[in-house]
Each structure stands twice: as C-alpha cells, then as structure tokens.
C-alpha cells in the first residue's frame, strides 16, 4: 500500500538558520503529494502541495519538489524564524491522506 | 475565513461507554473525514464520508465505530464501547473534492482520553 517515510525529530536549529525535512513516499501511480503544519495546540493546515512530477509548491519561504526518480518530497526553507516552530507532516493523497509520522521544529532566537 | 470546528476539545470517559465527537465541516465541502492520531504515533485514516454514506473506511473504523450527518451541518463519530487504545487525537476534515489534488481541511482534534 501507500507510505511516507519521514526524518525522525526533533529538530533544533537557531534562527536564520537552513531547514530541511526528508521525505519519501512508496505509491502505486502518482499521488499528490503535501507538507502539513501543525502549530502548537491547533489543527493541521496545509502549508504546500505539489500534484505532479517535477511540480514544486511554495509557501511562507517553504519549498518542496516533487521528485518521481528519488521518490521524495524534501521541505526546505532558507532562513527560519522562530513563529517556525511546529510541527511538520508529510503526506500523500490517494483519496485519503497517508502521512509521516512528524517531525517536530523548534527554532530558537 | 470558513473553518472546520471540532467539539468537545476533550473528552474523557470510562472504558466501556459511548462516546460521540461532533464536527462542523466547511459548508460548501461535500466530502468529509475521520482521522486519529495516537501519542507519538502517526496520524491515521479512519473513514471517508460522502453523500451520507461511507466512501471508504480503514482496518482500524471495525464495527465500534460508526460516523453519520445528522442533519446539515454535523458530522459525527460514535464509538459504542471505549476501549484505552481509543485513547488519541481525533481529528475531522473535509473537501470540496475527492479528488486527490484536493486541499483537506482539519479542525482542531478532540483529545479523546479513556480511563
């Protein structure tokens, strides 16, 4: 069946620092793919998606590329700011949502 | 901005008893969702739910659960007799679409404790 394998948190980094998330996906065809965040005592919301191959989403400086050949969908933001902090979902979407398991962000000032 | 609203935030019961969680979904979204997540697990599916029936439903939605629309607005998810491993996060979601494409929106959960 679909999966998402994610990289195990938590993650600690200072402010202005480079973050990157991995993550992979097993899938039949070719499922959207998505970063959910989850802030602390909220819901999740989407932070970006991409649909296809080689798609890549972008949202609040946050990048992810769609990569069919490395089956991976790596989060990535240059410079993080402390509001960063949350924690972070990859996921796939056959109709339902398959999810990582989170990695958990936090950015010191 | 339209929101999913999840009531009651938590929700504590003794092992054995029903217990419903209610959701208010986006009203013009026609698909609506169960998932849950247990502490430090991951965020699972349990069921999809359009025009008032199940579309789909995971090995963990067995006969214990059962979800419904009441009328409409709600959206509900009844477990008949609470077990501990029912103890989690659970969270409501719905779309405009069921295609795969298609944005999910999530409510806040309802943490689920029982004793």
């Known amino acids: 069946g679909n999966s998402v394998t994610q990289m195990e948190g938590p993650v600690t980094l200072s402010e202005e620092a480079f973050l990157t998330i991995n993550c992979t996906y097993t899938?039949?065809?070719?499922?959207?793919l998505f970063w959910y965040v989850q802030y602390p005592g909220e819901g999740l919301q989407l932070l970006l998606k991409?649909?296809?191959?080689?798609d890549k989403g972008s949202n609040k400086g946050f990048e992810a590329t769609y990569r069919k050949e490395t089956t991976s969908f790596h989060l990535e933001k240059g410079s993080v700011q402390v509001s960063d902090s949350a924690v972070y979902f990859c996921?796939?979407?056959?109709?339902?949502?398959?999810f990582g398991a989170g990695t958990t962000v936090t950015v010191r000032a | 901005e339209p929101e999913v609203t999840q009531t009651p935030s938590h929700q504590v019961t003794q092992m054995g008893q029903e217990v419903i969680l209610r959701c208010v979904p986006i009203?013009?979204?026609?698909?609506f969702y169960w998932y849950r997540q247990i502490l430090g697990q991951k965020v699972e599916f349990l069921v999809s739910?359009?025009?008032?029936?199940?579309?789909?439903k995971s090995e963990i939605f067995d006969d214990q659960f059962s979800v419904e629309r009441p009328d409409g607005s709600n959206f509900t998810l009844k477990i008949r007799s609470t077990k501990l491993e029912d103890s989690a996060m659970y969270f409501c979601?719905?779309?405009?679409?069921?295609?795969?494409?298609?944005?999910?929106?999530f409510g806040p959960g309802t943490r689920l404790t029982v004793l």
């Open positions: 979601a719905s779309s405009r679409e069921i295609a795969g494409e298609d944005e999910q929106f």
């Open positions: 899938a039949t065809g070719y499922p959207s």
């Open positions: 991409a649909t296809k191959a080689d």
């Open positions: 996921a796939l979407n056959d109709y339902k949502l398959s």
């Open positions: 009203s013009n979204h026609l698909y």
């Open positions: 739910f359009y025009n008032n029936e199940i579309s789909e």
